[in-house]
């Protein structure tokens, strides 16, 4: 069974910066996609970034720019480097991993922005 333990959430004023790690059980050479996606309350989740296991990377509209993801396959983690933060970044950061049939997700890591 994959698991996935996030770390590096916490709270921090606008402008400031975050690193979430996520760490896999596995290797992750065998996941076909890695991400963090993110869930406001009351909101639905949605995706932050991915990047696959060639690295190409995709980014939200509203985090481009100042969030950068990377993988390291020697540690088998998987990084959210948070960068420019505002208030509405504010959310549970989820790590997720896609190997075919199904996705794993972490337990998440709160990131909370003040004004």
């Known amino acids: 069974q994959v698991q996935l333990v996030e770390s590096g959430g916490g709270v921090v004023q606008a402008g400031g910066s975050l690193r979430l790690s996520c760490a896999a059980s596995e290797s992750i050479d065998m996941f076909i996609n890695m991400g963090w996606y993110r869930q406001a309350p009351g909101e639905q989740r949605r995706l932050v970034a991915t990047?696959?296991?060639?690295?190409?990377?995709k980014y939200a509209d509203s985090v481009k720019g100042r969030f950068i993801i990377s993988r390291d396959n020697t540690k088998n983690t998987v990084t959210l480097q948070m960068n420019s933060l505002k208030p509405e970044d504010t959310a549970v950061y989820y790590c997720n991993a896609f190997l075919v049939p199904r996705d794993y997700w972490g337990q998440g890591t709160q990131v909370s922005v003040s004004s």
């Open positions: 990047i696959t296991s060639g690295s190409a990377t």
